[in-house]
């Protein structure tokens, strides 16, 4: 079955840096675009950034410049690195991915920009 595992979040101060990781199973992850949400406390979920099978990318106007998702599909694995934080970066961040006409979701990840 699909499965998402997000690691990486934590406890960050304001302009620092954060590295969130996403390992996938269960599917042939090299062909799908992979996603990553967020969702901070009493707001609706959000898309940050995706990637397509092919590494195209696209970013939410808040956080373009700031942030980077890449991907290795030798270890399955989506990654989302953000810079300079800030406060209104804090938020559970989760991975995405389509297949099969499904939408899978991580667990989620906690990110905290705070000092």
């Known amino acids: 079955q699909v499965q998402l595992v997000e690691s990486g979040g934590g406890l960050v101060q304001p302009g620092g840096s954060v590295r969130l990781s996403c390992v996938a199973s269960?599917?042939?992850?090299?062909?799908?675009?992979m996603n990553w949400y967020r969702q901070a406390p009493g707001k609706e979920r959000e898309l940050v950034a995706t990637?397509?099978?092919?590494?195209?990318?696209k970013y939410a106007d808040s956080v373009k410049g700031r942030c980077t998702i890449s991907r290795d599909n030798a270890k399955n694995t989506v990654y989302l690195q953000m810079n300079s934080l800030i406060p209104e970066d804090t938020a559970v961040y989760y991975c995405?991915?389509?297949?099969?006409?499904?939408?899978?979701w991580g667990q989620g990840t906690q990110v905290t920009v705070s000092s």
């Open positions: 995405n991915a389509g297949v099969g006409g499904y939408y899978y």
């Open positions: 269960g599917f042939i992850f090299s062909r799908y675009a």
């Open positions: 990637i397509t099978a092919g590494g195209r990318t």
